[in-house]
């Protein structure tokens, strides 16, 4: 979870700014966080630079220091998450001691809000934090908090229930975990939830929005903000130049997880790579869970594909603009309801052509035959097809990267979403505040 303060920096003075919320390592700096943090983290991350007093509220880490600064931000490591540890924590935290620990985190948050005095607030992916802390947030500060929502937290039941419902890492857990998840899960499911106002909500795409007011979640008010991300300057990359005989390098960045869709790839590269025109090679960037890696494994040596298929493991953030520019087609094949698919803009932007799915937001971004091409989620033969017709033809790759890195530029650029933050956020800041009466 974090907390941004928003507001003009003053020498001397106290923060003089707002509250932001999310589950992530919020002191790193943009090019090392966890994907999905990304687009909110960095455009605090840039708001900061421009002048605004930023300050970050977290979850702690267990030895880690409770408060820090940087040039322009400082971090307060406050929170306690709903669910740490295993099975037994959980138990205990149930039983014993979560309403202390959820106190802890209120008083904590007012202490900190009260403090700040700040001028408006940004809540970003409440996940395994009790919804009592925005509440609370939205109470300090009426009519200036604003929620961005960059993923489907909202929808999802709490931190609690979701460990209760999923399946336990261990067999010899499995029953004991079975056991006492019936009791704890019709325990936690009679809890009246608690509401959310939502005054001020962002989406970072229509797709997000859809989904969730879909599910009961009240932003069908909600403005979308896309997400953006850095140009590569001075000029767009091109796909490198191949030597005669030199395979067409395809790649793949994610989750190596089944919604992901990375066994379509191999799928579809079964049925293609004895009948291509050209050599070609995939090379899979990522982790995931160790059951579905080795059966991506399994598949790539039934199909004969050990000589065409390379598993990288996992890169930091900073690595990936080198890798992009080595290769040629951005693979995404994913089969849930992508909040806004991220590696798709960077490819985009960094000039390769892009062949995926449509699903969630990245059908805001990836238009067939306009800035990539497109095939329905889980059809191997109709990847196999969409890839084979950009291996036949350059010039089509050429100008549907051309035109995508230019979508980019005009549509998705990082300065359009930090400008578009910075305008809603100043007009948020600027409602005159009301006393708030509140019991303690």
């Known amino acids: 979870m974090w907390v941004c303060s928003w507001g003009p920096r003053r020498p001397g003075a106290g923060a003089a700014g707002g509250l932001g919320a999310a589950a992530s390592a919020a ?17 605090y991350f840039f708001l900061a630079a421009r002048g605004h007093e930023l300050h970050i509220l977290t979850t702690r880490v267990p030895g880690g220091d409770p408060s820090a600064s ?3 931000y400082s971090v307060h490591r406050l929170l306690t998450p709903e669910v740490e540890g295993g099975l037994g924590q959980t138990v205990k935290r149930l039983l014993i001691d979560r309403a202390q ?100 909500p962002f989406c970072v795409s229509r797709a997000v929005r859809r989904n969730l007011v879909e599910a009961g979640v009240p932003v069908q008010h909600g403005e979308i903000v896309y997400g953006g991300t850095p140009i590569p300057a001075p000029a767009p990359l091109v796909p490198p130049a191949r030597g005669a005989g030199e395979p067409l390098r395809l790649l793949y960045v994610g989750r190596l997880e089944a919604e992901k869709g990375v066994h379509t790839l ?26 579905y890696e080795r059966r991506l494994r399994q598949q790539v040596a039934a199909a ?51 062949i995926g799915t449509e699903t969630g937001g990245t059908g805001e971004l990836l238009v067939e035959n306009e800035t990539g091409l497109t095939y329905p989620a889980g059809d191997a033969g109709a990847l ?57």
């Open 384 to 440: 196999a097809s969409q890839i084979g017709r950009a291996l036949s033809d350059r010039e089509l790759r050429m100008r549907l990267a051309a035109a995508a890195r230019q979508t980019v530029e005009e549509r998705f650029s990082f300065g359009r979403m930090v400008n578009e933050l910075e305008t809603r956020l100043r007009q948020i800041a600027s409602v005159t505040p009301v006393a708030v009466m509140m019991e303690e």
């Open 70 to 72: 940087a040039a322009s």
């Open 304 to 354: 004969g594909l050990g000589e065409v298929v390379s598993f990288w493991g996992r890169l930091a953030h900073d690595q990936i603009p080198e890798v992009l520019a080595a290769h040629d087609i951005l693979l995404f094949p994913s089969e849930w309801e992508e909040p806004f698919a991220r590696t798709v803009l960077e490819a985009m932007a960094a000039g390769l052509l892009v």
């Open 27 to 43: 002191d790193q700096s943009p090019a090392e966080l966890y994907r999905p943090a990304y687009h909110t983290c960095a455009a």
């Open 101 to 200: 620990r959820e106190a802890e985190n209120l008083a904590r948050t007012r202490q900190l809000v009260t403090d700040l005095q700040p001028d408006a607030a940004m809540i970003w992916g409440m996940w395994n934090i009790p919804r009592s802390v925005p509440r609370l947030i939205e109470d300090l500060l009426p009519g200036r908090v604003a929620y961005y929502f960059c993923d489907y937290w909202a929808a999802l039941p709490s931190a609690y229930l979701q460990r209760w419902q999923e399946e336990a890492r261990h067999p010899l857990a499995a029953l004991p975990k079975q056991i006492m998840g019936l009791y704890f899960r019709t325990r936690l499911a009679r809890e009246e939830p608690v509401p959310l106002r939502f005054e001020h």
């Open 266 to 291: 191999i799928d579809a590269l079964a049925q293609l790579a004895p009948i291509a025109e050209l050599p070609i090679h995939l090379d899979l960037v990522g982790g995931g869970t160790p059951d």
